[in-house]
């Protein structure tokens, strides 16, 4: 009868994770397709008033969406479950109508759509993740949801490519036609998730109880870690101005007129693949420290090997096949860590009451503005460097600079975890040795009343 009950359970778990793991990874696969399509054009021969026409693109969009960033740091750690769904469909709805103007608009002019494409979309992974958060089965969906960033990149890319080149749309027109056709099942994923099932006793008895924060209960945690999160939030500036660069001017770091369109969806797959295996496994541990303690030795290893490619791009000669799988691989183990398991197993292991999105949200606010800071340096201080050496100096020494700050990150936690661990168990001993005493002088009132 028991093992009847335990398959049961078992059966019953796998099914959620499929529903709930399914659906979180698809939403983001489809924000992508709203999202990331017109990275997949050159605009060659066109200007913004003088700028680069892809940079003028890439910044306009970008700005709006690190502006939604800023703004999901207060709506995605207050926003309350019941309004996440009206939410989804209010900011998708815009993000499509951003790209058709994107398309009908002339140019340059049109450059300014895609600024209330990313406004509207900045929000979406916070939302998409507090569906799912706080739960004993987080780390695998978390490890769907953020493989489907580092999937839908490569497919968002080969998509563009193949409608250009296949059936002749504009590369204007082009991210209008694949996020309409994202549009209405984004729609349909948001209302599967918004019937998950709250976290189960057992899912706030493992993983703590999410709840929202306030500004000032979000200046006291950030206060109360603020050693650990200075280093994270700083590596992880780094890491998202990198990870953008890539993504966004791939076509202009290497050259595609040799390669199949497709080749960015089959390597990110590859990558995807690989990640969610690695990710899935964390959750066979069930110590939330000891999953810190993995992931940020993962993320040293991911940033050396990073510097490494760069530092040594002539000597190695790598074919084009090879170095794009190595870095996707490097760069997306970093950058999902933290995108995904790591704040979760955080706040999980200190008991901290708060949510994931505060975090993350930060961490998104802060690189994205490194971003665009990046871009208008490069376009009006050095406009006629190399992409691809560019891209090899600056992934260099963001590699040097993320390792050094996660080695801080990691003694830093080990001696605050260790410190926390010591605190309560004097604690502990102090209930044990008080508590005898506290009977005893009871006693002694109780006998002094009867005997006065």
């Known amino acids: ?171 204007f027109w082009m991210p209008a036609l694949i996020g309409g056709l994202a549009f209405p099942l984004l729609i349909l994923m948001g209302w599967s998730l918004n019937k998950l099932p709250q976290p189960t006793d057992e899912d706030r008895a493992l993983r703590s109880e999410r709840v929202t924060l306030n500004g000032e209960q979000r200046r006291q945690l950030f206060k109360s870690y603020m050693p650990l999160l200075i280093m994270l939030f700083f590596a992880n500036l780094f890491i998202t101005i990198l990870r953008d660069i890539k993504e966004d001017f791939l076509v202009n770091i290497i050259d595609v007129s040799t390669i199949s369109s497709w080749l960015f969806a089959q390597v990110d797959g590859m990558v995807t693949l690989i990640i969610l295996g690695i990710f899935a496994m964390m959750s066979l541990i069930n110590s939330n420290y000891r999953v810190l303690q993995v992931l940020l030795a993962m993320v040293i290893g991911g940033a050396g090997t990073i510097s490494y490619l760069a530092f040594n791009y002539d000597a190695l000669q790598l074919p084009t096949l090879y170095w794009l799988f190595l870095q996707s691989l490097s760069l997306y183990i970093v950058y999902l860590s933290f995108q995904t398991l790591f704040f979760e197993r955080f706040i999980a292991c200190f008991k901290i009451k708060g949510n994931v999105g505060f975090f993350i949200a930060t961490i998104d606010f802060i690189g994205y503005t490194g971003t665009v800071c990046v871009l208008l340096f490069k376009e009006f201080c050095s406009p006629d460097i190399n992409w691809m050496e560019f891209y090899n100096q600056f992934s260099g020494w963001v590699g040097i600079v993320c390792s050094i700050a996660f080695i801080g990150s990691a003694i830093y936690l080990m001696q605050r975890y260790k410190l926390e661990r010591q605190l309560r168990k004097e604690e502990k001993n102090k209930k044990i040795i008080v508590s005898p005493m506290a009977l005893t002088n009871l006693k002694e009132t109780a006998e002094n009343i009867c005997n006065p």
Do not use: H
């Open 1 to 171: 009868m028991e093992a009847k009950s335990e398959t049961n359970k078992q059966i019953s778990s796998f099914l959620f994770i499929l529903w709930a793991g399914g659906a979180a990874l698809l939403s983001y696969s489809l924000v992508y397709a709203l999202r990331k399509p017109f990275t997949a054009a050159t605009f060659d021969g066109m200007d913004f008033f003088g700028m680069d026409y892809k940079v003028a693109t890439t910044i306009m969009q970008i700005f709006g969406y690190l502006i939604s960033k800023f703004f999901a740091i207060k709506i995605v750690s207050e926003l309350k479950r019941e309004d996440r769904l009206k939410f989804m469909v209010c900011s998708v709805a815009l993000a499509e109508l951003a790209l058709v103007f994107f398309g009908l608009l002339p140019q340059p002019f049109n450059v300014f759509a895609l600024f209330f494409n990313g406004l509207a979309l900045g929000c979406m992974w916070g939302v998409i993740f507090s569906f799912i958060e706080g739960r004993k089965v987080t780390d695998i969906l978390a490890s769907l949801l953020g493989v489907s960033m580092a999937v839908s990149s490569g497919m968002a890319k080969s998509m563009g490519l193949f409608v250009v080149n296949t059936f002749g749309v504009t590369e």
